[in-house]
């Protein structure tokens, strides 16, 4: 019998372990899940055995091995996110925690969602995290996620990730094994969607965060409406650019910002801040929306919110950068966009539903062969070729 323990957060309603759980606990033997002591985790169904472990401090690495010396499972996997299990220092001291894994008798498996390209880390790159009065050397950064991915890939079994270009980057700047590294896509949800329509708003979804380049977008849709104001016949003068999403600590610094360039704009009945979402107020947004816009200043992880927006079959624009041109064909199932050129891709579209409907034909496809499922299927194969079975 082959005992999984998956080490991971839980929350929010979209995150990716909570899809995959539901689905891997139908692939294995025995899923025991550690995820954090967040109440709302206990209420969760379906997910296999659901064990809430540690906290998001620098406990949470005792509290897991010792979770682990009494559950004894054939293989652990761990989650990683940069922020997923605390701070600043959870994150230096993360590498410790597959490494004394492997002293509990279990083989490690480590799903990594994000990769960062050292060729990247400079000073605007510091500043798209932390602000312009950050004063963290960018030579401190490159060393940190060297040790960083160095240390989880050398005592790892297998890593996973989720596109080529992140495999590309952890093979060809740190050094690990490429024979070590497994792609494996994002997953996506398969979901009942005879209610979809296109109505006149564009949707993004996600944190409101400086990496994410939103001033580009709100500068774009600005010219956009600009443009065709005075033509009362245009169509595009009904769409509205919704921005669904909550803010992260420490980068309160970027709605601020965002919301006071709206408001000098005179846009605000143009330009629509949701704030946090539940999950049913973000299936209603996803299902109606006329399009998806999936902004970036830097790519270095799979997008979470192109997943969800390939579960509903929906057509994207997304950042000409990084994954998004893996991950995209552009005008076939999304289309990509040169991050100063918003208005003439939302004016490309806004009055061509005709190619909006075959670009959501194409990611239909896509949606079919990323059901979580199938993924859940592959990763169940993964832990038999880590344990030679």
Request: proline share 3%; charged share 30%; net charge positive.
């Amino acid at each position: 019998m082959i005992k999984v323990v998956l080490v991971s957060s839980l929350q929010p309603d979209t995150n990716y372990s909570q899809y995959l759980c539901r689905d891997l606990s139908k692939e294995v033997n025995k899923l025991l899940v550690y995820t954090d002591k967040n109440p709302k985790n206990e209420k969760l169904s379906g997910c296999g055995e659901v064990k809430l472990v540690w906290d998001k401090n620098l406990l949470f690495i005792p509290q897991i091995i010792k979770q682990l010396w009494k559950d004894k499972p054939n293989i652990v996997h761990f989650q990683h996110e940069m922020n997923m299990y605390g701070g600043l220092m959870t994150a230096v001291t993360f590498p410790i925690l597959p490494t004394l894994a492997r002293l509990t008798g279990a083989m490690v498996v480590t799903t990594v969602h994000g990769v960062v390209d050292p060729k990247l880390v400079d000073s605007s790159f510091v500043s798209l995290f932390k602000g312009d009065k950050s004063k963290i050397p960018p030579f401190v950064l490159k060393l940190f996620f060297s040790y960083l991915y160095r240390g989880i890939g050398f005592f790892s079994d297998k890593l996973i990730v989720h596109t080529n270009l992140l495999k590309d980057v952890l093979v060809e700047s740190y050094g690990i094994n490429r024979n070590k590294v497994i792609v494996v896509a994002h997953g996506v949800s398969k979901l009942n969607l005879k209610d979809l329509r296109n109505d006149k708003y564009f949707l993004y979804f996600g944190y409101i965060v400086k990496r994410k380049g939103l001033e580009s977008v709100v500068e774009g849709f600005k010219e956009f409406i600009a443009k065709n104001k005075n033509d009362k016949e245009s169509k595009k003068n009904d769409f509205k650019l919704v921005l669904a999403g909550g803010v992260i600590k420490g980068q309160e610094f970027a709605s601020e910002e965002l919301k006071e360039f709206v408001k000098e704009n005179k846009l605000e009945d143009k330009v629509i801040f949701t704030g946090f979402l539940d999950g049913k107020s973000i299936d209603e947004y996803f299902r109606h929306a006329y399009a998806i816009v999936i902004p970036s200043v830097i790519s270095i992880a799979a997008s979470g919110p192109l997943a969800l927006a390939i579960s509903y079959e929906k057509c994207v624009l997304a950042s000409r950068i990084g994954n998004f041109k893996e991950e995209i064909e552009d005008g076939v199932d999304g289309i990509l966009v040169e991050n100063d050129k918003w208005d003439e891709a939302f004016s490309e579209i806004a009055e061509d539903l005709e190619k909006v409907k075959k670009i959501e034909r194409n990611v239909h496809k896509k949606a079919e062969e990323r059901q979580w499922g199938k993924i859940a299927k592959v990763h169940s194969e993964i832990y038999t070729q880590v344990l030679g079975l």
